[in-house]
């Protein structure tokens, strides 16, 4: 079976690769690749790479590391899906040392409820206490 690595170093991953696959996503679509870059730079990032260094899926936790964290931009190359490469990622996020003690962790997804109800992820409880400023077509 093939071994797959894991690393939180943002000079291992494949920007461009990245910026390609999150500027063409439901949730950041456009996104300007600077202002991606930025958001890598003070984000815990998690790449999972095979054998020959190729990224094949990406995740970040923006976080305090303290008190709370907001997983997002998750996702793993189209062609590689179904191999299981996500569950390696959740499994790195989840064991992390700075991710350990946490109150709150959160994401929002539109189809991958099942990969997350497995690592604790459950609906909010009362989604009416958030509250959010938002401006889906800000990368337009």
């Given at each position: ?50 054998e ?7 995740a ?39 991710l ?41």
């Open positions: 079976m093939e071994r797959f690595r894991v690393s939180n170093q943002l000079e291992h991953m494949n920007i461009d690769l990245i910026h390609q696959v999150i500027s063409e996503s439901y949730w950041a679509k456009g996104i300007p690749k600077a202002t991606l870059e930025k958001a890598l730079a003070h984000s815990l990032c998690f790449g999972v790479f095979d020959n260094n190729t990224q094949l899926a990406f970040r936790m923006i976080t305090d590391r303290a008190t709370f964290a907001y997983l997002g931009d998750v996702f793993v190359v189209e062609e590689r899906q179904g191999e299981g490469i996500a569950r390696v990622l959740m499994d790195s996020i989840v064991a992390h040392p700075d350990q003690g946490l109150r709150r962790t959160m994401l929002a997804t539109r189809d991958a409820h099942g990969l997350y109800e497995k690592y604790g992820f459950t609906p909010i409880a009362n989604p009416d206490s958030l509250m959010q400023v938002w401006h889906p077509d800000i990368y337009k």
